[in-house]
């Protein structure tokens, strides 16, 4: 999709409005989903009002700066706080943006996603917006009424036309996650490396059920979660996907049954070890942590919103939380995978370590 046939505003054309056309038409329909803001020109006297008009805007808005706006930080941030991300080159260190050697090609790929998946892409970048100062577990509960949402919604049922019938996961084995007590250390290890330890319904509960226990020893002083086998954590089991009862129970298991909430409880006595891919599930509970340490093979990717969903273990709250949420939306719409260096560099871990094999069981 080439950004020329997307519709594209400049600074003064969103302090004048532009982008507060309604953003569902007649039929239901969404219209015009994306606005690309071309940061050509220094905002001047129509600042304040492009950053208003920004706040209020339905639509995903992007911006696009083809020049260095580095030196201009002091009359661009408040513009690119208020947009959804932007893209730029050359890198500029603001959390506000996605460094890149083509910004065009970056605005390109984004476009493409938000195409083909509208509601989600709307719904994670109002999300993101909503959640960015409550608290962790009121944020994870309106994470997954979004999530809810889309469960009903045409583009998920797409995805699951497109992948076709599958069979469950065979049982997990007697131990889906390993403990080990050496005095006040705990060392959590998830342990389905057949099934690239995916956040299946056993091995969530069997995670969950550690990190209750954790929660409850005070003498724990220290906590270590890592995983068996190639990977961390392949996300959530995309075989068990589209099989829940109904959408409200489903929403009570993500949010009182789920992970995230206990891993933000015991932030800071947690370090999680990363390696191999980890993927939806496998990024966004460990970014809840106080520490998360990764080997030089590591690669991030979430991939839900290009399944018609948003995530939905926690990562619209804890990832944000860590690289702001500028460079999340950047992620969770395109579902580009991120390498461990540019990870580290953004924040979403905290040191690169190489470590020896990971225990089995």
Same mark, same amino acid.
């Given at each position: 999709?080439?950004?020329?046939?997307?519709?594209?505003?400049?600074?003064?054309?969103?302090?004048?409005?532009?982008?507060?056309?309604?953003?569902?038409?007649?039929?239901?329909?969404?219209?015009?989903?994306?606005?690309?803001?071309?940061?050509?020109?220094?905002?001047?006297?129509?600042?304040?009002?492009?950053?208003?008009?920004?706040?209020?805007?339905?639509?995903?808005?992007?911006?696009?700066?083809?020049?260095?706006?580095?030196?201009?930080?002091?009359?661009?941030?408040?513009?690119?706080?208020?947009?959804?991300?932007?893209?730029?080159?050359?890198?500029?260190?603001?959390?506000?943006?996605?460094?890149?050697?083509?910004?065009?090609?970056?605005?390109?790929?984004?476009?493409?996603?938000?195409?083909?998946?509208?509601?989600?892409?709307?719904?994670?970048?109002?999300?993101?917006?909503?959640?960015?100062?409550?608290?962790?577990?009121?944020?994870?509960?309106?994470?997954?009424?979004?999530?809810?949402?889309?469960?009903?919604?045409?583009?998920?049922?797409?995805?699951?036309?497109?992948?076709?019938?599958?069979? %469950?996961? $065979?049982? &997990? #084995?007697?131990?889906?996650?390993?403990?080990? *007590?050496? =005095?006040?250390?705990?060392?959590?290890? @998830?342990?389905?490396?057949?099934?690239?330890?995916?956040?299946?319904?056993?091995?969530?509960?069997?995670?969950?059920?550690?990190?209750?226990?954790?929660?409850?020893?005070?003498?724990?002083?220290?906590?270590?979660?890592?995983?068996?086998?190639?990977?961390?954590?392949?996300g959530g089991d995309l075989d068990e996907f589209g099989r829940t009862p109904d959408t409200a129970t489903a929403h009570?298991?993500?949010?009182?049954?789920?992970?995230?909430?206990?891993?933000?409880?015991?932030?800071?006595?947690?370090?999680?070890?990363?390696?191999?891919?980890?993927?939806?599930?496998?990024?966004?509970?460990?970014?809840?942590?106080?520490?998360?340490?990764?080997?030089?093979?590591?690669?991030?990717?979430?991939?839900?919103?290009?399944?018609? %969903?948003? $995530?939905? &273990? #926690?990562?619209?709250?804890?990832?944000?939380? *860590?690289? =702001?949420?500028?460079?999340?939306?950047? @992620?969770?719409?395109?579902?580009a995978p991120l390498g461990v260096e540019r990870a580290l560099d953004w924040g979403l871990v905290d040191e690169i370590?190489?470590?020896?094999?990971?225990?089995?069981?």
């Open positions: 999709m080439d950004t020329a046939h997307a519709v594209t505003i400049s600074p003064a054309d969103l302090a004048d409005g532009a982008a507060d056309t309604p953003l569902v038409d007649g039929d239901g329909a969404v219209d015009k989903p994306v606005m690309i803001v071309r940061l050509d020109d220094t905002p001047g006297a129509i600042l304040a009002r492009a950053v208003h008009r920004a706040i209020l805007s339905d639509r995903v808005l992007v911006g696009l700066a083809t020049r260095p706006i580095h030196d201009s930080a002091d009359t661009f941030g408040p513009l690119l706080e208020a947009l959804d991300v932007t893209y730029a080159s050359p890198d500029p260190q603001a959390k506000t943006t996605v460094g890149s050697p083509d910004p065009d090609a970056e605005v390109a790929t984004f476009l493409a996603a938000v195409t083909r998946n509208p509601l989600a892409s709307l719904t994670v970048r109002h999300v993101l917006r909503a959640t960015e100062t409550l608290a962790v577990a009121e944020a994870i509960d309106v994470e997954s009424l979004g999530y809810s949402t889309l469960q009903g919604g045409p583009e998920f049922a797409r995805w699951l036309a497109d992948r076709g019938p599958r069979p %469950l996961p $065979p049982p &997990a #084995g007697e131990n889906p996650v390993l403990l080990a *007590r050496d =005095g006040d250390a705990l060392h959590v290890t @998830l342990n389905r490396p057949e099934r690239r330890n995916a956040y299946g319904t056993q091995l969530r509960d069997a995670l969950v059920e550690a990190l209750q226990l954790a929660l409850l020893d005070e003498s724990l002083t220290h906590i270590v979660l890592d995983g068996a086998g190639p990977s961390f954590c392949a009570l298991i993500r949010t009182r049954g789920g992970a995230g909430r206990l891993v933000a409880r015991l932030a800071d006595r947690l370090e999680v070890r990363l390696h191999g891919h980890c993927v939806g599930a496998g990024i966004e509970i460990p970014a809840f942590a106080g520490r998360v340490v990764a080997r030089p093979d590591t690669i991030f990717r979430l991939p839900e919103v290009s399944m018609g %969903l948003i $995530p939905g &273990a #926690g990562g619209t709250v804890s990832i944000p939380r *860590r690289i =702001g949420r500028w460079r999340a939306m950047h @992620l969770f719409v395109t579902a370590r190489a470590t020896g094999p990971q225990r089995t069981g």
